[in-house]
């Protein structure tokens, strides 16, 4: 499946949605990745699309990233 690249036009838009389950909608159509952040001193993948952080780190990125997903799913259902 091809995911959108988040811009700072599409924040811009996400901004403006007024409930929770359009904003999750709307960011199903990007990518979810996974950058570095730190816990307790102890380095964890955080799943993120583009510079926008979500609730969900881990020790494996491809099931933080899962996980993230089914999250976001939930929400716009």
Do not use: C, H
């Amino acid at each position: 499946m091809a995911y959108l690249s988040i811009t700072e036009l599409n924040k811009a838009l996400l901004s403006q949605l007024k409930t929770e389950k359009e904003r999750a909608k709307y960011l199903l159509q990007f990518e979810v990745t996974t950058r570095i952040t730190i816990e307790n001193l102890t380095p964890k993948a955080q799943a993120v699309i583009g510079d926008i952080g979500l609730p969900f780190t881990g020790d494996d990125a491809q099931q933080v990233i899962k996980d993230a997903r089914a999250w976001l799913q939930e929400k716009a259902a």
